[in-house]
């Protein structure tokens, strides 16, 4: 005997879907985590060198140029130079800033992601454990019915073999 249709497969099959895009939401999470920290690594490099262009300024402020003598214009355009440079510093730190912040929203994201897998994994393994009991149960019964049925013609051959005898 054939099972009948588990009367939940509609159920089943919506869980499964939900954890089916609740894995891909987290994969898609997870590479903007990945995007975000290399974002994040290529804000610090560019801070860094821009730290470095304002040190090599600001020793090189009093540095006597290579024709002639250290004046006041001259001075003037390397201080102007000097703050430029600490004005494009302080921007790549604002946006080193704002990338880390964006990396912790990113991994905010994943680990909200991760519990909705996990709350999609449990409510499917629940309604996957309901299917499997229902099967036995089901099986049980099939089992009971053929016995019952085979106790039937077991007993009414057993009925014919006696009035045959008689």
């Given amino acids: 005997m054939k099972l009948p249709p588990y009367p939940l497969q509609s159920v089943l099959e919506l869980r499964q879907r939900e954890r089916d895009a609740a894995q ?32 090599s300024l600001q020793d090189g402020f009093y540095d006597p140029p290579v024709e002639g003598v ?3 214009r001259l001075l003037d355009e390397r201080r102007n130079g ?36 996990s709350a999609a994994a449990q409510a499917l393994t629940a309604i996957e454990k309901h299917r499997d009991k229902w099967r036995d149960e089901e099986l049980a019964e099939l089992r009971r019915k053929e016995e019952l049925l085979l106790q039937e013609i077991a007993s009414a051959a057993f009925v014919r073999q006696r009035e045959e005898e008689r």
């Fill in 24 to 55: 891909e939401f987290l994969a898609g999470c997870l590479a903007e985590v990945g995007r975000e920290e290399r974002r994040v690594a290529e804000a610090e490099a560019a801070e860094r060198h821009q730290q470095d262009e304002l040190r």
């Fill in 82 to 117: 000097i703050r430029f440079a600490q004005e494009r510093l302080a921007a790549r730190r604002r946006e080193v800033v704002a990338r880390r912040q964006r990396l912790a929203e990113a991994r905010e994201q994943v680990e909200s992601a991760r519990d909705a897998l």
């Fill in 70 to 72: 250290l004046d006041i």
